[in-house]
């Protein structure tokens, strides 16, 4: 098991790893989109995931979750191998139970929110635990509010998302994904579609969620999140990593040329 | 609430006029008032006959049958075009060539003629047989027993519809964004429930104004029933009085005064409907919402909140 990243690891060494990424690849066609990523995040960890349009790393973020299959490697979550199952050497695609079953353990935030529009904000975040985990729609409901008060929004329960601002939204987006309550959250540019004045509400949200033990994986181009919340960073490039360790000290000091002036742009 | 200043100079501007618009008005008004008048003067429309009719035992019973033929075949309809445009975007491709097949099909040849076939299928299948294929037979019924006029009018009006619906949903499906389906996949919802729970009632705000099109068109479609041959619609019915009377003019009045309140009725329905399906996305302002009240019911009593939200937090 390579493990570029554990030297930054406030987790202690030897703390098996929650999210085991080997030398994945990924095609798009012919592109060639991830060119052999190896990683690790331990249980707890916040790993920040950095880089350039086109770098690969939303791609590989909706890997872990399946939204999209890799072409070679293995990704291993609660050293469960996601998305297939190894049976005397060879590789057989889980159906549609199993993939779902995967998912539930794992919560994602997008972009673009992607709230269900028809449902209020409750309902967004109830919609899940009673329909997937058949909970009673009063348990639900009071988790649900207590979720929505963790993300400061208890007042706007009964709001469509369209009543909403944008970061609102992706605030209730964050309590709908840990409704299901998972082990591992996946925020892909969680602020990226937000106006400025917005970021800091969502940024704050996720922070009370770091500090809360929860182990994530952050796609973004906010280099202050990385450098006050993240336990190791990641930076991509072209489809592979370019270099990877604590926050402070990579941003303080690129060892790479393609991190310096990526940095450089950003920062 | 912004309280008024004194010194606060509101605008009161001259709105621009429109003065063409009136000149129009008065124009159509005219038109409309000549043709009530040609109408109500001319004495062969023989209004007199109209009133005898239009609310004739006969006449009435058309409507009935009429609006049974249309609502079940359309709830067949429906149906089918449900299952047509979830298994046209299925993984399975056996689903989606099924799917295509039926549209091609049933879109591709008169509905006059299928409507002929179901009536006549007794003369092809005088019995219907489930059993082993050349094998021993289990069942078995009369054909014209199980498939009556009734039977044939609505099976043939609603799977040739189904084949114009499935297309109208499988676009209200494709008009759903894709992040939809991968915000509830992510959440491990199975596909068959994200398209029932999340996808389709989306659709349905794009669904529901071309399906109220198609069921006022159903309405009209009934008509042709007689290649059945059904002999109670409206058209049927008014069609036969009027070879009675010798006076087909205010017969076909009849039918079309009736055929205009069904859809004046239809179009109420579809008002709410499209009401129903569109919250949260249309009018949205005026969206019921009690922002604090489920929120302060809960802390102030984290117990009975369970019981006061389920009324109080609108579903």
Same mark, same amino acid.
Not at chain 1, 217 to 228: D, K, L, S, Y
Not at chain 2, 150 to 166: K, Q, R
């Given at each position: 098991?390579?493990?570029?990243?554990?030297?930054?690891?406030?987790?202690?060494?030897?703390?098996?790893?929650?999210?085991?990424?080997?030398?994945?690849?990924?095609?798009?066609?012919?592109?060639?989109?991830?060119?052999?990523?190896?990683?690790?995040?331990?249980?707890?960890?916040?790993?920040?995931?950095?880089?350039?349009?086109?770098?690969?790393?939303?791609?590989?973020?909706?890997?872990?979750?399946?939204?999209?299959?890799?072409?070679?490697?293995?990704?291993?979550?609660?050293?469960?191998?996601?998305?297939?199952?190894?049976?005397?050497?060879?590789?057989?695609?889980?159906?549609?139970?199993?993939?779902?079953?995967?998912?539930?353990?794992?919560?994602?935030?997008?972009?673009?929110?992607?709230?269900?529009?028809?449902?209020?904000?409750?309902?967004?975040?109830?919609?899940?635990?009673?329909?997937?985990?058949?909970?009673?729609?009063?348990?639900? &409901?009071?988790?649900?509010?207590?979720?929505?008060?963790?993300?400061?929004?208890?007042?706007?329960?009964?709001?469509?998302?369209?009543?909403?601002?944008?970061?609102?939204?992706?605030?209730?987006? $964050?309590?709908?994904?840990?409704?299901?309550?998972?082990?591992? %959250?996946?925020?892909?540019?969680?602020?990226?579609?937000?106006?400025?004045?917005?970021?800091?509400?969502?940024?704050?949200? %996720?922070?009370?969620?770091? &500090?809360?033990?929860?182990?994530? $994986?952050?796609?973004?181009?906010?280099?202050?999140?990385?450098?006050?919340?993240?336990?190791?960073?990641?930076?991509?490039?072209?489809?592979?990593?370019?270099?990877?360790?604590?926050?402070?000290?990579?941003?303080?000091?690129?060892?790479?040329?393609?991190?310096?002036?990526?940095?450089?742009?950003?920062? | 609430?912004?309280?008024?200043?004194?010194?606060?100079?509101?605008?009161?501007?001259?709105?621009?006029?429109?003065?063409?618009?009136?000149?129009?008005?008065?124009?159509?008004?005219?038109?409309?008032?000549?043709?009530?008048?040609?109408?109500?003067?001319?004495?062969? =429309?023989?209004?007199?006959?109209?009133?005898?009719?239009?609310?004739?035992?006969?006449?009435?019973?058309?409507?009935?049958?009429?609006?049974?033929?249309?609502?079940?075949?359309?709830?067949?309809?429906?149906?089918?075009?449900?299952?047509?445009?979830?298994?046209?975007?299925?993984?399975?491709?056996?689903?989606?060539?099924?799917?295509?097949?039926?549209?091609?099909? =049933?879109?591709?040849?008169?509905?006059?003629?299928?409507?002929?076939?179901?009536?006549?299928?007794?003369?092809?299948?005088?019995?219907?047989?489930?059993?082993?294929?050349?094998?021993?037979?289990?069942?078995?019924?009369?054909?014209?027993?199980?498939?009556?006029?009734?039977?044939?009018?609505?099976?043939?009006?609603?799977?040739?519809?189904?084949?114009?619906?499935?297309?109208?949903?499988?676009?209200?499906? &494709?008009?759903?964004?894709?992040?939809?389906?991968?915000?509830?996949?992510?959440?491990?919802?199975?596909?068959?429930?994200?398209?029932?729970?999340?996808?389709?009632?989306?659709?349905?705000?794009?669904? $529901?104004?071309?399906?109220?099109?198609?069921?006022?068109?159903?309405?009209?479609?009934?008509?042709?029933?007689?290649?059945?041959?059904?002999?109670?619609?409206?058209?049927?019915?008014?069609?036969?009085?009027?070879?009675?009377?010798?006076?087909?003019?205010?017969?076909?009045?009849?039918?079309?005064?009736?055929?205009?309140?069904?859809?004046?009725?239809?179009?109420?329905?579809?008002?709410?409907?499209?009401?129903? =399906?569109?919250?949260?996305?249309?009018?949205?302002?005026?969206?019921?919402?009690?922002?604090?009240?489920?929120?302060?019911?809960?802390?102030?009593?984290?117990?009975?909140?369970?019981?006061?939200?389920?009324?109080?937090?609108?579903?």
């Amino acid at each position: 098991m390579t493990d570029t990243t554990s030297t930054a690891s406030p987790v202690p060494a030897g703390v098996k790893p929650l999210v085991d990424i080997q030398g994945v690849h990924k095609f798009f066609g012919e592109h060639h989109v991830l060119k052999g990523i190896d990683m690790s995040v331990k249980p707890g960890e916040v790993s920040v995931i950095i880089g350039p349009s086109g770098s690969g790393k939303s791609t590989l973020l909706r890997c872990i979750n399946l939204l999209e299959t890799i072409s070679a490697g293995r990704i291993y979550v609660h050293d469960a191998l996601i998305g297939f199952k190894e049976i005397n050497g060879k590789l057989h695609d889980l159906n549609t139970k199993q993939i779902a079953g995967q998912r539930r353990e794992i919560g994602m935030v997008f972009q673009r929110f992607n709230l269900f529009p028809h449902k209020t904000a409750l309902q967004n975040v109830i919609e899940a635990p009673t329909q997937v985990k058949r909970q009673s729609k009063a348990a639900a &409901k009071l988790k649900a509010l207590e979720l929505l008060e963790m993300v400061g929004l208890s007042d706007r329960a009964n709001f469509y998302p369209a009543q909403l601002s944008g970061g609102q939204q992706q605030r209730v987006a $964050i309590a709908r994904a840990l409704a299901m309550e998972p082990e591992l %959250m996946l925020f892909d540019e969680p602020t990226s579609a937000l106006d400025p004045e917005l970021v800091g509400d969502v940024l704050e949200v %996720m922070k009370k969620l770091a &500090k809360s033990g929860m182990t994530m $994986i952050v796609v973004t181009h906010e280099i202050g999140f990385a450098r006050e919340v993240g336990d190791t960073l990641t930076f991509m490039d072209g489809g592979v990593v370019v270099e990877s360790g604590n926050p402070r000290d990579i941003i303080a000091n690129p060892q790479h040329d393609r991190t310096k002036e990526f940095l450089s742009r950003v920062l | 609430m912004v309280g008024k200043d004194a010194s606060l100079e509101l605008i009161d501007a001259v709105p621009v006029r429109h003065p063409w618009r009136w000149v129009g008005a008065a124009a159509i008004l005219l038109a409309l008032i000549l043709v009530i008048q040609s109408m109500t003067t001319n004495p062969k =429309f023989y209004w007199g006959t109209f009133r005898t009719y239009v609310f004739d035992v006969l006449v009435i019973q058309g409507v009935g049958w009429t609006l049974i033929l249309t609502a079940s075949s359309m709830v067949i309809a429906i149906v089918l075009a449900i299952l047509l445009a979830f298994m046209r975007q299925s993984d399975n491709p056996l689903f989606r060539y099924v799917s295509w097949v039926w549209v091609w099909f =049933f879109r591709g040849t008169p509905v006059y003629t299928q409507l002929l076939f179901w009536g006549s299928i007794g003369a092809l299948y005088p019995k219907i047989i489930v059993g082993v294929p050349f094998g021993p037979e289990l069942f078995s019924w009369d054909t014209a027993t199980v498939i009556n006029a009734t039977v044939a009018a609505i099976v043939g009006l609603g799977l040739n519809e189904s084949a114009y619906l499935a297309e109208i949903f499988r676009a209200g499906l &494709k008009s759903v964004d894709n992040g939809q389906m991968e915000a509830a996949e992510a959440l491990g919802m199975r596909r068959s429930k994200v398209m029932w729970r999340i996808i389709l009632p989306q659709a349905m705000r794009v669904i $529901i104004p071309p399906t109220g099109n198609e069921t006022i068109g159903m309405l009209k479609t009934t008509s042709l029933v007689l290649a059945v041959p059904f002999t109670l619609d409206l058209t049927f019915v008014t069609n036969a009085l009027a070879s009675r009377t010798f006076l087909p003019i205010p017969l076909l009045m009849v039918a079309a005064f009736w055929y205009l309140v069904i859809t004046s009725v239809f179009m109420v329905g579809q008002f709410y409907i499209e009401r129903h =399906f569109g919250k949260g996305v249309d009018n949205v302002m005026k969206a019921p919402v009690k922002a604090t009240e489920v929120a302060a019911s809960a802390h102030a009593n984290p117990v009975k909140t369970t019981d006061g939200t389920t009324e109080g937090g609108k579903q």
